[in-house]
Structure formats: structure tokens, C-alpha cells
T-cell receptor, first 113, second 113 residues
Framework: NAGVTQTPKFQVLKTGQSMTLQCAQDMNHNSMYWYRQDPGMGLRLIYYSASEGTTDKGEVPNGYNVSRLNKREFSLRLESAAPSQTSVYFC????????????FGPGTRLLVL | GENVEQHPSTLSVQEGDSAVIKCTYSDSASNYFPWYKQELGKRPQLIIDIRSNVGEKKDQRIAVTLNKTAKHFSLHITETQPEDSAVYFCAAIFSGGYNKLIFGAGTRLAVHP
């Protein structure tokens, strides 16, 4: 039981390049989330998917798109990367969309030059 | 707006001392308050949570207290050990179409032998 997995672990992009961050969970959870973590700012929600087939914006969605591919997988896409998107990205999942414990993946460290 | 404030941002204690981290939240309807621990380079992991129908919860050396009237909750770590050194995040559920977690900015705890 791997829990929540993310790929890649680390990525360097040039401004304007695109990339997709992958996330998968094997806990049969309904809800999945993408956060970014910047120094001194905690974790901020980018997008979430309350259940398979639905996605919605969080606090900081600009510059990102998501796809809930199936119940297990939730991807985050940067269409045209900017230096302001340099951050550590965490995917998380929970059983449902209520007051449920969220389990985090190991993170993807992204550097945009 | 939706906000969780966390204090202090850094905390340094001697091994064996107690550590207290405090958070306040803005939404009086919040009813779930988790605490996450993040070691350097690792993912956030849930260490304890409390729901609004209780005022205090303990798990070995850690405890959380909740004052719903004042809209604040605290993490207490007793008999601190060097392995408690990490960044701690509080969070609160905010409702409004979907229950989402809003995180505090984090407290870096250093426990010195």
C-alpha cells in the first residue's frame, strides 16, 4: 500500500515551458487536492477534486489546470511556467469531502528559471 | 475572509521542556482542526486532530485544546525530544460549498539537547 505517490520528485523548467505533475493514490479515496508550499506561507490549495469527475478552484488556481483522470489519479498542469511558480507541490487525498484526514504525497520540487 | 493565524513562527526549547503553538481562525462554523508535522524535506503528516464537540484531546506527549468561543486552538508538546524538531502546521476547515482546509503559516520548532 503505497499511499499517495507523486512524480517527478524534482524538475527544472525554463520560463514558458509546460509540464504535468502526476499524482496517484491507492487508498480508494474520493477526494484529491493539489497544494503549493512556499517559505513562510504554509500550504495553499491550488485545485481540488471532491469526487471522480469533478474539479474546482482553490485559493491560488491562476496559471494551473487539473485533470481527475480516474478515481486514483489527479494531475496538475502548468501550461506556461513562470518563476513565481517555483515551489514545492504536494498532492493529497482524503476519503471524502468533509472533515476527513488528508494524506499527503512526498512532494515535487519545481524550479522555474 | 478565510484565515488561520499561527504563532510563533519559530520556537526554540531545551530538551525536556514543553512547547506550545497557538492558532486562531476566522470562521466560527469551522468544526475540524488538524495539526500536521513536517520534517525537513518530508511530507506533512497528521499528528493529532480535534473536532468541535470536544475541548481537549491527548495522545501521549501531545495534546490539543480548542476554545470555540474565542476561535483559537493550541498544540502542546510535553517532555520535548530532539526528534520533535520540525515545522508544525495548524489548519481549520472552512465551509461554503465545499469543506476545505486552510493552513496556518507554520511554526519551526527546534529542540536542543
Amino acid at each position: 500500500n503505497a499511499g499517495v505517490t507523486q512524480t517527478p520528485k524534482f524538475q527544472v523548467l525554463k520560463t514558458g515551458q509546460s509540464m504535468t505533475l502526476q499524482c496517484a493514490q491507492d487508498m480508494n479515496h474520493n477526494s484529491m487536492y493539489w497544494y503549493r508550499q512556499d517559505p513562510g506561507m504554509g500550504l495553499r490549495l491550488i485545485y481540488y477534486s471532491a469526487s471522480e469527475g469533478t474539479t474546482d478552484k482553490g485559493e491560488v488556481p491562476n496559471g494551473y489546470n487539473v485533470s481527475r483522470l480516474n478515481k486514483r489519479e489527479f494531475s496538475l498542469r502548468l501550461e506556461s511556467a513562470a518563476p513565481s511558480q517555483t515551489s514545492v507541490y504536494f498532492c493529497a487525498s482524503s476519503e471524502g469531502a468533509g472533515v476527513e484526514t488528508q494524506y499527503f504525497g512526498p512532494g515535487t520540487r519545481l524550479l522555474v528559471l | 475572509g478565510e484565515n488561520v493565524e499561527q504563532h510563533p513562527s519559530t520556537l526554540s526549547v531545551q530538551e525536556g521542556d514543553s512547547a506550545v503553538i497557538k492558532c486562531t481562525y476566522s470562521d466560527s462554523a469551522s468544526n475540524y482542526f488538524p495539526w500536521y508535522k513536517q520534517e525537513l524535506g518530508k511530507r506533512p503528516q497528521l499528528i493529532i486532530d480535534i473536532r468541535s464537540n470536544v475541548g481537549e484531546k491527548k495522545d501521549q506527549r501531545i495534546a490539543v485544546t480548542l476554545n470555540k468561543t474565542a476561535k483559537h486552538f493550541s498544540l502542546h508538546i510535553t517532555e520535548t525530544q530532539p526528534e520533535d524538531s520540525a515545522v508544525y502546521f495548524c489548519a481549520a476547515i472552512f465551509s461554503g460549498g465545499y469543506n476545505k482546509l486552510i493552513f496556518g503559516a507554520g511554526t519551526r520548532l527546534a529542540v536542543h539537547p
